[in-house]
């Protein structure tokens, strides 16, 4: 199947509509039909929208996948909410980096220490090896990550970590990160974003992936049956493409108490195992062992484990500690569980005595606030905590390129499994492993362009 071509066509203008109420720049090869498409989410009957590259999903996969591709290629993003309500902001801890050689041996043992050894060591290896330079281009980027007295980068430690290896913007990192991201993203002549367009099926040419099916409603927005009954009825859109990245993230909004955003259910690998691409290990679902217990319904706020990794120490009803904070995630959620049961309570206690004030206030400055506005204040009390659903480390199987079992079909971030995580993933390897197999997905579109000889085609 040969596609239209990505290059801009000669006198295309710039322009600017309106999107959910805010300008957006539309990209100069777009023509006035398709303009208005971008600002009412619905093609006219008979119109087909054809683009180079869709990506689907506006994370930091997303996102980074999109910036690593020619700006000769047509590309559009697509959202199933708006572009703020995705997991990478949500993002607390950090995001590791190889601080020098000798750290990439401990780094690696960490990570199959945690996965239970079910890890894919290639995938570790080109996480690890690639981890200087996407810090550096994201840093070039305009990101910002905190730094020491001296001016040097500051790093921190997290459960299962045998070294600090993690890099951070105070509690906030993955909204740092995603935001930055984002800004770039927008600069790009060559991108469309499509917020409030929910996924619905793969195009399927062959056995190829030809695009994508979205939801839009005459609004705009439609990420939900609930807000598309609201605002009118929705239309399914056909988005023809020469190749497609699925970056939808998890599976939390299946699960009663988890982290995640309630829109990630795991729509990626349902779409695509509609179509018999493979999917691995998605029983492999991590619990986080700290979240702010809660009665109320929605998501369950996250207390970053770099939390415990700068003193905070988990204790039950009787004040005492009964576990080592700083072993992998599930194995202090099951501590957790157990000291539950034995005292038959909801939760257990995080003191953050043995943190300073003042480190809490800047580096936890997030999560102080919220609890504050809980009711909790860290600096005086221990605050109830209780695992939850938080990360799923199987998805939809890809290689070190980050195919799937669908020609022109990718994966990449939560939605995918390339094995770097195992059984259980080591905390902050996430935002790093959806960085480099997404730019790993756009270098392998790039390549295999120049060597079907459809890079204009």
């Not at 305009?142 to 045998?162: I, M």
Request: charged content about 25%.
């Amino acid at each position: 199947m040969r596609l239209q071509s990505g290059v801009a066509q000669p006198g295309a203008v710039r322009m600017t509509v309106m999107e959910a109420g805010a300008a957006q720049t539309v990209p100069m090869w777009m023509d006035a039909a398709e303009a208005a498409a971008m600002q009412t989410g619905v093609a006219r009957v008979g119109d087909r929208l054809t683009y180079d590259v869709v990506i689907v999903g506006c994370g930091v996969a997303g996102l980074y996948a999109a910036l690593n591709l020619p700006r000769s290629l047509r590309v559009l993003m697509l959202c199933k909410e708006d572009v703020a309500s995705c997991d990478s902001m949500l993002a607390q801890g950090g995001i590791c980096v190889m601080r020098d050689h000798d750290d990439y041996g401990p780094w690696f043992d960490d990570t199959l220490r945690a996965g239970h050894g079910e890890n894919r060591v290639e995938s570790v290896d080109a996480m690890i090896w690639s981890s200087r330079d996407v810090i550096g281009d994201l840093m070039r980027l305009g990101v910002r990550f905190d730094r020491d007295e001296t001016g040097a980068l500051d790093y921190t430690r997290e459960g299962a970590h045998s070294r600090k290896r993690i890099l951070h913007h105070a509690d906030v990192t993955g909204r740092e990160i995603t935001t930055r991201l984002l800004e770039q993203v927008r600069q790009l002549g060559n991108v469309a974003i499509w917020e409030g367009s929910p996924l619905v099926d793969l195009l399927v040419g062959g056995d190829a992936c030809a695009g994508v099916v979205v939801e839009r409603d005459a609004a705009g927005k439609g990420a939900s049956e609930e807000a598309a009954s609201e605002r009118g009825a929705a239309s399914r859109v056909e988005v023809h493409a020469h190749d497609t990245v699925l970056a939808t993230g998890g599976v939390g909004g299946l699960y009663e108490h988890s982290t995640n955003f309630r829109s990630l259910t795991g729509d990626g690998c349902r779409v695509a195992a509609a179509h018999g691409v493979e999917l691995e290990h998605m029983d492999y679902v991590q619990i986080h062992p700290t979240t702010l217990y809660s009665t109320r319904p929605g998501r369950a706020f996250l207390i970053s484990e770099s939390c415990r990794g700068e003193g905070a120490v988990l204790l039950g009803a009787d004040g005492r500690r009964f576990t080592d904070e700083l072993q992998p995630r599930d194995v202090v959620s099951a501590a957790i569980q157990r000291q539950m049961a034995r005292e038959g309570s909801k939760y257990v206690r995080l003191s953050f005595s043995a943190v300073p004030e003042q480190e809490i206030k800047t580096h936890f400055g997030n999560i102080y606030e919220h609890c504050l506005r809980e009711g909790y204040d860290i600096c005086r009390e221990p605050i109830p905590v209780v695992p939850a659903q938080h990360y799923l480390m199987g998805g939809i199987r890809v290689d070190q390129d980050s195919r799937t079992t669908m020609d022109h079909l990718y994966a990449a971030g939560e939605t995918s499994c390339n094995g770097v995580h195992g059984r259980n993933r080591l905390a902050s390897n996430s935002l790093l492993e959806s960085l480099v197999f997404a730019r790993l997905a756009a270098r392998d579109i790039v390549r295999r362009r120049h060597r079907d000889g459809s890079r204009y085609a």
